[in-house]
């Protein structure tokens, strides 16, 4: 009679009933624990962090319409090839709904699954070593992306680990050898079903299993102790002779494999004629061989192998320098590098491709790499390391990295530094302290005291190396698969959409629902989804996927969206929208391919190693992804009718300049408006629109013209701390300079808002007390207040945060610098308004010092002008203009005034009101060629214009040479001019060149 658990009293005790022995728990269990609780939070955290590219909307759309039981497209039939994973994708929708990240559900899944076959290794290659592959496919940032893609290149993978675990199974015999038969075989026809790629690395498979057969015959044959005794098979081999040595088990394979491809290729058997993808999975793989063409670079797997699996490819080395892999059945390094390296070649030149192959190319070579961490753990002496002196010699080691990494940052820096000798001096210390940690390092492992010796000082070094490496590539792991991958710079996540299609999408749809949740219909029985959508055919993904509950979405041929009747339209460009009738935005769509990954040049990556100068670039690559250009994200244009247009934009206008229409983005509204300047010839005006991120036009009277940027398309101004472009000026050849402060340029635009031309980057002087810094020239730190001077054709840019004025050419070539940081009489602290005066002066707003700084146009410091209104008063824009009364007008946005100064710097009445409005924040000022002075106010969202009185103001202040300040107590009389006095062509000069 069968024996059951009972208690002290006699009663049965069930499963729920019984405690763990937390005592009977081994190191081993809790190292697969934490390892699989890590592999599930990097693996199913966020999935739906950013939006589906087009290739994953492309498949998931498919498997939601097989979900479905309809047809995928109108006249189409769904894909015939890589069916498993359309299988996979709809049960997962089955099970968890439709949403972006159930479309990411089973790839996650199955990037889990490995690890549980990577367990049942464990008999070929040593627990340890299982444990250890485990880890580094749990944290590997290849097969952790490839796992949170909706593509079917991670069941590739998994599906050929699954065929390796079934065939090394079966050959260790006994009962068991029937099951995996079947398991192989349906291990087999569940890869091929999962993709073209599948084939590659069937090949890749063999040509590991062909080199561990035959190093293990040449190691036996050489009496090497570690190999199978001569005449007796390796692992690889004695699994494929437990399958197809009789024919029972050959017949069960090929069972496996027949309804595995059946089952997938029939999607279920309920498409019996889909089995002709079968033949197609053969023919796509002849055109990923040699046919297809594809921008990845040959040399592509093996860059990104070198950035994202460095700790691999080190403790692979290590793995073939041990020469072995612990277990009963001996699954030794050669099968790994074998398969390790027919899958580099292979796809490193296959025409056809992409970036997602990757994970074919770094399985095998995280397995071999995992397996050596494994031994490494086992063959630590961790009670030297914890309570001995290994802990010391890790200590050391550390810090000669660190110092390390300090002697290289700083050697790169050298060559910009302000001040060399200082920098060269800062790495020289950094180099002595590496030798400091190293001779300690030295002397811990050297330690005449045996008991004070460290144990096996080689597994040590190993265990720091894996420390430094490990952080590195938790770091890339984590950057790449939620953070950086829709920002276009990692090498694996290419053409990936932007952060600017989900936000889209939920304007879309919530539009949709205003609009219609009470327009229920037979299509759309709810209410809601009633939008009409047209979309033109080359963007039909992902847009197909994410409005697929939209009944009145329609694809349309190319160019022809707009010349639907639908209430939003979605091209490539804007053309027709318009005409149509529609109001276009312009949206980040796709990441394109940085140049430098397209063909990628080893020997720059081999300058950046060797060349002390490169080692801070490549070092922020490594750490930042910091390219030398960003590149640009592919933009689509979204057109609304006239009825959405109107709820995206309340009182979209447009308004004219002068019609307080109060803040917002609608055509003429203003949002903090920064810069302002005037045609030449008083035809149009041009308002900086801040935190619009545009350039708005008006004509000589504030009659609404258009926009350049922001919503209004064309140009894209970058922002940072919540600010966007700022100074503007204009040139007698009716050119427009606008300073892209956070883009760090200068933007030249024509009269129509095309971009004739940009210079300048992004570069930072450090807080140099001087303007001439060794590399710096024509870069910036924030540029902000701009003025032309078109007699000497040069173009002035205040360098905000670089502390200094530069001057360039028309064209942007570098002229001169001066300033620097400081509040000397040549020095500069927080410029930002610039003017040229009608002495032929330069008078700059400086703005941290309570001053005008006055300049001769060669950079020379001549004179100074206190402005008390500015004295204390601290993050605010002061901007400068010249009236035709030879006054200087200065703006200053905390005290709601705009400051006037005479010719010799005394402070004369200030203006604290135009008409009946009192200025709340100005900060742009320009002057009109009638004399207008025109002034942007933050604080009201709008421009006012001021009329200065014809006769001087009288000086309040007087201000000579360094300027006076009235003393705090006396009584001051400001003398007004009067009200009624005009101005004429006659009585004033020509126009001074000042800026907004």
Avoid at 91 to 98: N, P, R, S, V
Avoid at 742 to 749: D, E, L, P
């Amino acid at each position: 009679m069968e024996r059951t658990a009972s208690d002290s009293s006699g009663r049965p005790v069930t499963v729920l009933d019984r405690t763990i022995d937390l005592g009977a728990v081994s190191w081993a269990a809790i190292g697969w624990a934490i390892v699989l609780a890590t592999a599930v939070a990097v693996r199913l955290g966020n999935l739906d962090v950013w939006g589906l590219s087009p290739a994953e909307a492309y498949r998931t759309y498919h498997a939601f319409a097989f979900y479905e039981g309809r047809p995928s497209l109108p006249g189409a039939d769904l894909p015939t090839t890589a069916p498993l994973f359309l299988l996979l994708q709809a049960f997962g929708f089955f099970l968890f709904g439709a949403t972006d990240a159930t479309a990411r559900i089973a790839p996650a899944l199955l990037g889990l699954g490995m690890l549980g076959l990577i367990g049942a290794l464990r008999p070929f290659v040593g627990r340890p070593a299982a444990l250890g592959m485990a880890a580094v496919a749990a944290l590997s940032p290849t097969l952790v992306w490839s796992s949170r893609t909706a593509q079917p290149e991670i069941a590739v993978a998994f599906c050929a680990l699954l065929l390796v675990v079934a065939v090394l199974r079966a050959g260790l015999g006994g009962t068991a050898v029937r099951r995996w038969a079947i398991g192989a075989g349906a291990a087999l026809g569940a890869l091929i079903a999962s993709g073209p790629s599948s084939i590659s690395v069937l090949i890749a498979l063999g040509a590991g299993a062909g080199l561990a057969t035959v190093f293990d015959r040449a190691r036996a044959s050489n009496d090497d102790p570690d190999a199978p005794p001569e005449g007796e098979p390796g692992a690889t081999v004695r699994g494929l002779r437990a399958l197809f040595g009789s024919g029972e088990t050959a017949g069960l394979f090929g069972i496996g494999a027949f309804v595995a491809l059946a089952a997938c290729f029939t999607r279920l058997f309920s498409d019996i004629p889909a089995l002709s993808g079968l033949a197609t999975t053969f023919a796509d793989w002849g055109r990923l061989l040699g046919n297809d063409t594809s921008p990845t670079s040959s040399r592509f797997f093996l860059l990104a192998i070198l950035l994202y699996e460095i700790m691999a490819v080190v403790f692979a080395v290590v793995a073939v320098y041990s020469g072995r892999l612990d277990g009963d059945g001996a699954l030794g390094w050669t099968f790994f590098a074998g398969w390790f390296a027919a899958a580099l070649v292979l796809f490193s030149f296959s025409a056809g491709s992409t970036p997602d192959h990757a994970v074919h190319v770094a399985l095998p070579l995280v397995l071999l790499a995992g397996g050596a961490i494994g031994d490494l753990f086992a063959a630590v002496n961790w009670r030297n390391v914890l309570r001995g002196p290994g802990g010391l010699l890790i200590l050391a080691l550390l810090g000669v990295f660190v110092a390390s990494v300090a002697f290289a940052v700083l050697i790169g820096r050298t060559g910009e530094a302000v001040d060399e000798g200082r920098a060269t001096v800062q790495a020289v210390v950094a180099g002595l302290i590496v030798v400091l940690f190293g001779v300690a390092a030295y002397g811990v492992i050297r330690n005449p005291d045996p008991a004070a010796r460290v144990v096996r000082p080689g597994a040590v070094l190993l265990l720091v190396v894996l420390l430094v490496l490990g952080a590195y590539s938790l770091r890339s792991t984590v950057l790449l698969n939620f953070y950086e991958a829709d920002e276009g710079r990692e090498l694996l996540a290419q053409e990936t959409a932007t952060a600017a299609v989900q936000p889209l999408v939920a304007r879309v749809t919530r539009l949709s629902r205003d609009v219609t949740v009470a327009q229920g219909s037979v299509r759309d029985p709810t209410g809601g989804n009633g939008l009409g959508i047209a979309v033109d055919q080359r963007l039909q993904w992902p847009f197909r996927w994410y409005f697929r509950q939209f009944p009145d979405l329609q694809v349309v041929a190319a160019g022809q969206a707009p010349l639907q009747t639908s209430q939003v339209v979605i091209a490539p460009d804007r053309t027709g929208m318009a005409d149509a009738g529609y109001t276009p935005f312009d949206y980040p769509y796709v990441n394109r391919v940085p140049a430098t990954y397209q063909n990628p040049d080893i020997l720059d990556v081999v300058r950046h190693l060797v060349v002390p100068g490169n080692w801070l670039d490549g070092t922020r690559y490594l750490l930042y992804r910091d390219l030398e250009t960003d590149p640009d994200p592919t933009t689509i244009a979204v057109g609304f009718n006239a009825e959405l247009s109107a709820r995206l934009i309340p009182n979209s206008g447009p308004f004219d300049l002068f019609d307080r229409a109060g803040q917002g983005r609608g055509r003429g509204q203003l949002d903090r408006p920064r810069g302002i300047a005037v045609a030449p010839d008083g035809s149009a005006i041009y308002v900086v629109d801040q935190d619009n991120l545009r350039v708005q036009t008006f004509d000589a009277d504030g009659r609404f013209v258009g926009i350049w940027g922001g919503d209004g398309g064309g140009y894209t101004f970058g922002t940072q701390f919540q600010q966007g472009p700022s100074g503007i000026a204009t040139g007698a050849d009716g050119l427009i300079y606008v300073a892209d402060t956070w883009n760090h340029r200068i933007v030249v635009f024509d009269a129509s808002g095309a971009v004739i031309r940009q210079f300048g980057e992004n570069g930072d002087t450090g807080g140099s007390p001087t303007a001439a810094v060794p590399n710096l020239d024509g870069k910036f730190f924030g540029p902000r207040g701009v003025a032309v001077d078109d007699g000497a054709s040069e173009v002035y840019v205040v360098d905000t945060g670089n502390e200094r004025v530069q001057v360039f050419g028309p064209d942007g070539s570098f002229k001169r610098t001066f300033g620097g940081n400081g509040s000397g009489p040549n020095q500069l602290l927080e410029p930002v308004g610039i003017a040229l005066g009608p002495d032929g002066r330069v008078y700059v707003a400086d703005t941290n010092n309570g001053r005008i700084s006055v300049w001769d146009k060669a950079g020379n410091a001549l004179d100074q002008w206190p402005v008390p209104a500015w004295i204390g008063s601290t993050d605010f824009s002061p901007y400068l203009t010249f009236g035709l009364d030879g006054n200087l007008y200065a703006t200053s946005a905390n005290t709601g005034s705009v400051e006037v100064l005479g010719s010799g710097g005394e402070i004369l009445s200030p203006i604290t009101q135009v008409g009946n409005e009192l200025l709340q924040a100005p900060v742009g000022i320009a002057t009109a060629p009638d004399g207008a002075i025109l002034i942007t106010d933050q604080g009201s969202h709008a421009v006012h214009r001021y009329q200065p009185a014809a006769a001087v103001l009288a000086p309040l202040i007087p201000n000579q040479g360094q300027g006076q300040v009235p003393p705090q107590g006396e009584e001051v009389e400001i003398v007004d001019p009067p009200l009624d006095a005009t101005l004429t062509s006659e009585t004033l000069p020509e126009p001074p060149v000042g800026n907004g």
